[in-house]
């Protein structure tokens, strides 16, 4: 008898965090689910891990084979269940009715699609705190658009149809979330579906993922007028969220890293105007 749920976790190097993952998933609640897991060449004992918990539906990729949508269809036709839960490796779950809590949104026959909670790591930095708590909230369902697959739901049927965009190799959970929402389709938030994410990024890292962001969001939404200029995606953009950052670092005794604010907001939004702007040159559509 098939289950009802199908989990697909994708990991690599994840050896930190792999263990208590896998721990808290099959300590759930809700237990009639199958757990499939892609692994991504670790080499740090990742997969050896994975296989002691889930041996018989666990499998590896080579790292050139990595194009996330690709990857995430391939597991999808591996799914036998009629909702299909992703949770990223690293994404711990906050307590045994995690499951239960992101899916009961589909099972009431009231979203296709369902994004849970994201609470920052004990070591996160103040200014990823701050991120992780805005937008795993009711403040990002008056955004333009949100999304996050690293925990989430959403119904296989859905996915057969409109599968994810195999040529992004970033924001395709967004990109696919986007369409859904042109059709009309539900999709909501579960606040009491909770995992524990968050990343430390270095400069570097920033400059590679929101650039990658970036250059996505030209291939998603398309020009979005004034909204897209220099002088609005960052200037305005960047001094809105400074001025956040003075007022939330105040109220949580952070006081020291107001000072550190503009040098982050500036990596985050310049390097996603530059992803932006150079995807409207890659496809001749200008770049001013």
């Given amino acids: 008898m098939a289950p009802q749920v199908s989990i697909v976790m994708r990991s690599h190097n994840d050896i930190e965090y792999i263990e208590k993952t896998l721990e808290m998933i099959f300590k759930q609640n809700f237990t009639d689910f199958e757990l499939i897991n892609v692994d991504c060449s670790s080499t740090d004992g990742t997969f050896d891990v994975i296989k ?3 041996p018989d539906k666990s499998y590896q990729i080579p790292p050139q084979e990595y194009i996330p949508g690709k990857v995430l ?21 906050c307590d045994k009715n995690w499951l239960g809590n992101l899916v009961r949104p589909i099972l ?8 849970g909670r994201q609470m920052p790591r004990p070591d996160a930095i103040p200014l990823v705190k701050k991120d992780n708590e805005r937008a795993f909230s ?21 996915l057969e149809p409109y599968p994810f965009n195999n040529k992004l ?29 968050s990343h430390n990024y270095t400069p570097e890292q920033m400059k590679k993922r929101f650039y990658g962001e970036g250059f996505a969001e030209g291939a998603i939404y398309g020009r979005r007028g004034r909204k897209d200029g220099f002088f ?22 952070q006081a020291g890293w107001i000072l550190k604010s503009p040098a982050y907001r500036w990596r985050q939004r310049y390097w996603a105007y530059k992803g932006l702007k150079d995807y409207f040159k890659s496809t001749g559509s200008g770049g001013k």
């Fill in 52 to 54: 002691r918990f889930n």
């Fill in 73 to 93: 269809n391939d597991a999808v036709k591996k799914c036998r269940g009629a909702i299909v839960v992703f949770n990223n490796s690293d994404c711990l779950p």
């Fill in 232 to 253: 609005s995606k960052v200037l305005m953009s960047m001094t809105a969220e400074i001025l956040r950052d003075v007022r939330y670092l105040l109220k949580n005794g």
């Fill in 169 to 197: 190799q970033y924001s395709e959970d967004v990109e696919w979330s986007y369409r859904a929402r042109k059709r009309g389709s539900v999709i909501t938030f579960a606040n009491d579906a909770c995992v524990e994410h």
């Fill in 108 to 115: 009431d026959v009231k979203a296709v699609a369902v994004y």
């Fill in 138 to 158: 009711s403040v990002s369902q008056g955004w333009f658009h949100f999304f996050s697959l690293a925990t989430s739901a959403i119904l296989k049927a859905e």
